[in-house]
């Protein structure tokens, strides 16, 4: 006992009250000393459990908002939020906020959104990956032609990866920018990711591995030998469409029905 | 005159914009590329960017993730641009204090940022103080320093030594002509600047050695007389001018013959305050002027010695206040001193660049001994700094641990690709379109394009691939035979019974001495007749200096508009590689007749089984022209080919 006592402080200033302080106890039983030292003890004990427990509790309570740049995660996380538009820029860092979902319950998680830029996404996906309980994979409707290549390889990239495969997260597929006439529907883009999936497969598995000797993933997606469709997936997979932006621009409503409702089911 | 002004979070929310009269065009395209190009790729260094006809600056806010950005016409100079975005983010926190502190971006979303008055007004003033100012007016002749200086004092005599600063520069005469000022003074007690002339010729007229000693005596005695002589020299020489000429005093001669004499001993203190002169007079085997004999080991102690005990005395006066002042502090606090040492770890506590500078400092030194480009190092620790400058540690954190931490996400992020990579994919996508896909190797000397090309034909035919060699390095002896041994070896691997009768492998030669340029573009053509899926091109190695080869290799590229040109290039080099990348980046720009030049697109890092850790080539590289590694050689067989892990090069890159 004195020694903690004189371990705590070694200055001058404290040193008369550390003597009184010394007198007092000593004049105490030395059985009570040790009793209020074990019920100490347990108090730590159970603060330290109770954190582990709602830890566990609350370790997948994210929706994550994930897709390539420019595709409208910012715009739709305003949307989501507050229903208001909001004019958006690249984003740099990830932003987060609680999400009162739309249904009898009222259950509320945290909503993420993760940056796009192809510098960024991997890291801030590595970040969140274990705290999802869903990914919403936002996919630019109206340019998806051209960038089917790097949205099969993104969602790849996330379908294999092994805390994502482990976790199984429910997988929503948004294809916003609807309110662009040229924009694919959701059947289509459905369809096209299917393709380019299969033909991911066999190159990605054959790609080199790393320079310290890690392999890539080596999870399979969908089943050997037969063509690969979302429904092979281990996870609930989703396609729906969705306009962040609205049929009439920033003073209207934006035509999130569908994903707020799906969101509602998690 | 600003086009506009935008405050918007890290997280990609616009908090507030405002758009110059008359500028319709939106803004999101310049400030994108602003946001892509300077803040991600890690040159936040300096805070201007050009986009177009576009002169944008930034400044980031890292307490409450802001950023703010002004856009103006480029051909404006405006010189409050910096000064008033300062002001702007000032006025902004303060303003918005308890919406920014709340976490979670649902205060931003909701809130409401009616900036417009505070802004119209700090432009105002911005724009009135710039142009209070205006052009400094030119001195009269009178109120200029000139007109004070004597006529005489300004003519500059043959020699090289400058009898100036006389009459109005009396201190600064005796600060600056010190080791001179001995002779320099008997001189200008004679009165005519001509006979002034001739003695100075005269001056030179002493050897080198001779003059050499007598400034040295003349500092060694300087340094030993009081300090408080040198004020009083000064006055002396404008009233010695008018007495006439004088005798001359040579220090060395001396007055008489019995001063001349050194038999004795060594000098006596009187004109020997250099003893140092004298020994090395003294000693034989010393000769100054000459390469001959020993040199004169450097003796501190003697005659800089004084001079050292001049310059720590005050040294030890300044210490001895600082720690005086330090000590106090410690006294009255010596309570608070423990806390603030706990405060130090617990609780909020901005970064400034004080607190960053050492352990940025040494980071940089870790980096350059890890083999990053000097350059790149110091460009980084910059980003980094710009990056943390405000940011508010959290509990329990230290500063070294934030700045290595932030150090360590943006290496990462330089070495992420910022596009998808995948040759295979794209190999059958052209396979498909029905053409070849077109890979071209460039780098300097001896890097192994040559092996590494057959590493890669080798992964290529593995997956079922059919591959043309080119052989358009015509100039080094052995480059064709060397890929024709390479060419049997595959094709005896994979032999051709298996793969429907025809060889995975094929060489497309034309010998040497020709035109590299003219044997890919029949290469080419052949793989699409013969429907091969890959042609990979082997180019001679050239230094990036070599004019007439660069434009070579520029030419080839050009013309034959390949899918991939990989720059391959070593994993030993250091500073070179920024040399390298530059000047071969320079030559595809500068002689390709297109809008948009092919320049290198992705980087082959070889030798990388030579070096342990020191993996920062990887880093010099990607920051250089941020392109991706796509492979990564570590051998010198077939199998030796491997992809870039970026957070393992980090991890070896980071660690101590």
């Known amino acids: ?266 | 005159m600003l086009d506009f002004f935008t405050i918007f979070s890290k997280g990609g929310i616009v908090l507030w914009c405002f758009q110059g009269t008359g500028v319709t065009e939106s803004f999101t395209g310049p400030v994108n590329a602003l946001i892509r190009s300077v803040i991600l790729q890690e040159r936040s260094g300096n805070n201007s960017y050009t986009h177009d006809a576009m002169s944008l600056k930034y400044k980031l806010d890292n307490e409450f993730e802001l950023v703010f950005v002004v856009g103006f016409q480029k051909i404006l100079t405006l010189t409050y641009v910096d000064k008033f975005i300062d002001d702007v983010q000032l006025h902004f926190r303060d303003r918005y204090k308890n919406e920014l502190e709340q976490k979670g971006a649902l205060a931003l979303l909701n809130s409401h940022f009616a900036f417009e008055d505070d802004f119209k007004l700090l432009l105002r003033e911005a724009e009135e103080s710039s142009k209070a100012r205006g052009p400094t007016s030119m001195r009269s002749f009178n109120a200029s320093l000139k007109s004070q200086k004597t006529v005489k004092s300004m003519i500059e005599t043959k020699g090289g030594d400058k009898g100036k600063e006389q009459g109005g520069k009396k201190n600064k005469n005796a600060k600056k002509e010190a080791p001179a000022a001995e002779p320099m003074k008997g001189e200008k007690a004679k009165a005519p600047a001509s006979v002034q002339k001739t003695v100075e010729n005269d001056n030179q007229g002493m050897t080198q050695e001779e003059i050499i000693q007598k400034k040295r005596e003349e500092f060694i005695r300087k340094r030993m007389g009081a300090p408080v002589e040198k004020p009083s020299k000064s006055p002396k020489p404008a009233k010695e001018k008018p007495k006439g000429k004088e005798k001359r005093v040579w220090t060395l001669g001396g007055c008489s013959t019995k001063e001349l004499d050194y038999s004795q001993s060594n000098g006596n203190g009187a004109h020997a305050a250099g003893d140092q002169g004298l020994d090395a007079q003294a000693d034989p085997g010393l000769q100054l002027s000459s390469m001959k004999g020993d040199l004169l080991a450097v003796d501190y102690e003697s005659s800089e010695g004084d001079e050292e005990m001049e310059v720590e005395e005050e040294d030890v006066v300044k210490r001895v206040v600082v720690a005086d002042t330090s000590k106090k502090i410690p006294k009255k606090g010596a309570f608070g001193g423990m806390f603030g040492m706990l405060k130090g770890l617990v609780g909020s506590k901005s970064l400034s660049q004080e607190d960053m500078e050492p352990v940025l400092d040494k980071m940089r030194d870790h980096l350059i001994a890890k083999n990053v480009a000097a350059e790149i190092a110091s460009q980084l620790c910059d980003s980094v700094a710009k990056k943390l400058e405000g940011k508010v540690m959290g509990t329990f954190t230290t500063v070294a641990s934030t700045v290595k931490g932030a150090l360590q996400d943006s290496l990462v992020q330089i070495l992420q690709p910022k596009r998808r990579m995948d040759i295979l994919r794209d190999v059958l996508d052209a396979r498909t379109q029905r053409r070849p896909f077109v890979i071209t190797f460039c780098g300097v000397n001896g890097v192994g394009k040559s092996t590494n090309l057959a590493k890669i034909s080798f992964w290529l035919i593995e997956n079922g691939i059919t591959v043309l060699i080119a052989a358009c390095d015509t100039f080094r002896a052995g480059a064709v035979e060397q890929l024709r041994t390479h060419q049997r070896r595959l094709n005896s691997l994979h032999p051709p019974q298996d793969h429907g009768g025809r060889p995975v492998v094929q060489l497309y030669e034309k010998g040497y001495g020709k035109d590299a340029a003219g044997i890919a573009m029949e290469a080419i053509a052949y793989a699409r007749n013969q429907a091969f899926d890959v042609v990979l091109v082997d180019t001679a190695g050239r230094m990036q200096d070599n004019t007439p080869l660069m434009t070579a290799l520029a030419k080839l590229i050009a013309v034959n508009m390949p899918d991939l040109v990989l720059f391959v290039g070593e994993a030993l080099v250091g500073n070179e590689a920024v040399d390298q990348l530059v000047k071969f980046n320079q030559a595809l720009a500068d002689h390709s007749m297109s809008d948009k030049p092919r320049l290198i697109d992705g980087i082959v890092l070889t030798k990388f089984d030579t070096i342990d850790d020191k993996v920062g080539a990887a880093i010099s590289m990607t920051y250089i022209t941020g392109q991706p590694i796509v492979f990564v050689g570590t051998g010198q067989t077939y199998n030796d080919l491997r992809s870039l892990n970026a957070r393992a090069v980090v991890g070896a890159l980071m660690k101590a």
């Open chain 1, 1 to 266: 006992m004195e020694e903690k006592i004189d371990v705590e402080a070694g200055e001058n200033p404290f040193q008369p009250y550390l003597d009184s302080l010394r007198k007092v106890l000593e004049d105490q039983d030395p059985i009570f000393i040790v009793g209020i030292i074990v019920s100490l003890a347990v108090v730590v004990i159970t603060f330290v459990l109770l954190k582990y427990f709602i830890s566990s509790k609350t370790v997948q309570s994210a929706v994550l908002l994930v897709g390539l740049s420019d595709s409208g995660k910012t715009l739709l996380f305003s949307r989501l939020l507050s229903g208001k538009f909001k004019k958006t820029q690249t984003s740099i860092t990830d932003s987060s906020a609680p999400y009162k979902a739309k249904n009898e319950r009222g259950s509320s998680w945290t909503l993420v959104d993760l940056p796009g830029h192809d510098s960024l996404r991997p890291q801030y996906v590595e970040k969140f990956k274990s705290a999802a309980r869903a990914m919403v994979f936002v996919v630019d409707s109206a340019i998806f032609q051209k960038e089917v290549r790097d949205v099969a390889e993104f969602l790849y990239f996330l379908l294999t990866d092994s805390a994502v495969y482990r976790n199984v997260p429910s997988l929503i597929v948004a294809c916003n920018k609807q309110d662009i006439t040229m924009a694919k529907s959701a059947k289509l883009i459905r369809q096209q990711l299917e393709k380019e999936m299969n033909t991911l497969r066999v190159t990605r598995s054959a790609a080199l591995s790393a320079q310290d000797g890690s392999a890539g993933a080596s999870v399979h997606l969908g089943k050997k030998g037969k063509d690969f469709e979302f429904s092979q997936l281990p996870m609930k997979v989703e396609f729906l469409e969705c306009s962040a932006r609205g049929s009439k621009g920033e003073d209207g409503e934006a035509d999130i029905a569908s994903l707020e409702k799906s969101l509602a089911k998690l």
